[in-house]
Structures are given as C-alpha cells and as structure tokens.
C-alpha cells in the first residue's frame, strides 16, 4: 500500500529564517506531488505541483519554492520567512493516469513568530 | 474556469441527526467531483467521489452524495450524525481534461451535538 509522509509536523520559526518541509511518498513509482497551503479558517490554496523529477509548476508567486530531487521527494523551501508564511501545510500525491484523486499527507503547522 | 461554492461556513447539528453539506459547482467540462473530511491537525481524507459514472455515489463512514447536473451541485447527506463526524468537509471539483488541478471549495465545519 502507498503512505505518504511529511515532516517535520510542527515548526516554529522567526521572520525571516529559512526553511525546508519535507514530502515523501512509498509504494507508488512516478507519482504527482502537490503542495498546498493552508491558512487559518480559510480553504486550500495550491502552491506547486510536479509531474517528474525537476519539474515544478507554481501557481502562486510567493516567498516560497519547491524543489523535487527523488522521484517521491518533495520539498517546499524559503530563504528568508515572512509572517504571512504562517499556516498548516499539506503534501498530496496522484498516481499516473488518475490525476484527480489526490491523496494527503498529514500536513506540517508552520508558525512564523 | 471552475470553482466551488460551499453554501454553509458552518452546520450544527444533533447527534443521530440527518446531515446535510451542500456543494455547487461551475465547470467549463465535465467535472469530477470530490468530498475530503479534515480532522483537526490531520490532513484531508477522501470522503467520496463521483466520476461521471452513477449519480449517488456512496463514500465511507456512512456518507454519500448525489451529483445532479441540471441544479450544479453535488451535496453531502448522512442519515445519521456521529460525534465523530465532527469535522471540517471539503467539496472538490476537477475538469476531466484540466490534467491534475483540483480546485478546493471554502469548507464547512461540521458540529456535532450530544
């Protein structure tokens, strides 16, 4: 069975520190990978999608980027934190050919203080 | 273009009492449709799905949703609320040919009381 993973769950960080979220996905080869934000009280916003190793699509422009090393690797960074970075953010992933039934990790909450 | 209006931010309602989410839906194509559940702190769980074959479509936890074309909307029904239904639930639409994009309605909180 596939599991997806997402680390760390909780993060703390002061304005303008870096930071790296981590994603990764098992049992499956090739999947899409998706990252999503989500801010308090509100829906869900996607911030980058990829259908392969190195190829990332952003859909917001934003204070933030995302990089995909490893065919289930999938990691979310920023070089300098913004206070409005703060909120819960979730990995999915899709399998090839079902692109539509996306399947969540268990989200990592980000403070920025 | 697409997008998802949930009617309701909020619903309360008694345990062992009906549930009702509603869901409309614009699409340019013929949409997928989805219902994820999120528990507090957790990420989102697929509830359901409707993918243009039968119109009711069942999920798990006893929930299930009817999609109906001519009103636009695809809305979530359970016969009987559950203290663990109390969650936040998300109405999900994708175009079939928009590749892999979902677009995420605003989400409504589930309240159930004893």
């Known amino acids: 069975s596939q599991t997806i993973h997402q680390w760390p769950a909780t993060l703390v960080q002061p304005v303008g520190s870096p930071l790296s979220l981590e994603c990764t996905v098992e049992?499956?080869?090739?999947?899409?990978l998706y990252w999503y934000r989500q801010a308090a009280g509100r829906g869900l916003q996607l911030l980058f999608y990829?259908?392969?190793?190195?190829?990332i699509s952003s859909e917001v422009p934003q204070n933030l980027s995302a990089s995909r090393p490893q065919d289930r690797q999938f990691i979310l960074s920023s070089k300098k934190l913004l206070l409005s970075d703060s909120g819960f953010y979730l990995c999915?992933?899709?399998?090839?050919?079902?692109?539509?039934?996306?399947?969540f990790g268990p989200g990592t909450r980000l403070t920025v203080t | 273009a697409q997008s998802v209006t949930q009617l309701d931010s909020h619903v309360s309602v008694s345990e062992g009492t009906p549930v009702l989410l509603r869901c409309n839906y614009s699409s340019s194509y013929s949409p997928s449709l989805f219902w994820y559940v999120q528990h507090p702190n957790k990420g989102l769980q697929l509830l359901l799905k409707?993918?243009?074959?039968?119109?009711l479509v069942k999920g798990i936890n006893g929930f299930e949703a009817e999609f109906k074309k001519s009103e636009t909307s695809f809305h979530l029904t359970k016969p009987s609320a559950h203290m663990s239904d109390a969650a936040e639930y998300f109405c999900?639409?994708?175009?079939?040919?928009?590749?892999?994009?979902?677009?995420f309605g605003g989400g409504t909180r589930l309240m159930v009381k004893p």
């Open positions: 990829s259908v392969g190793i190195g190829q």
């Open positions: 999915a992933w899709t399998r090839q050919g079902v692109p539509y039934e996306q399947y």
């Open positions: 049992g499956t080869s090739n999947p899409n």
């Open positions: 999900v639409v994708s175009p079939h040919n928009a590749g892999n994009m979902l677009t």
């Open positions: 409707y993918t243009s074959a039968a119109t």
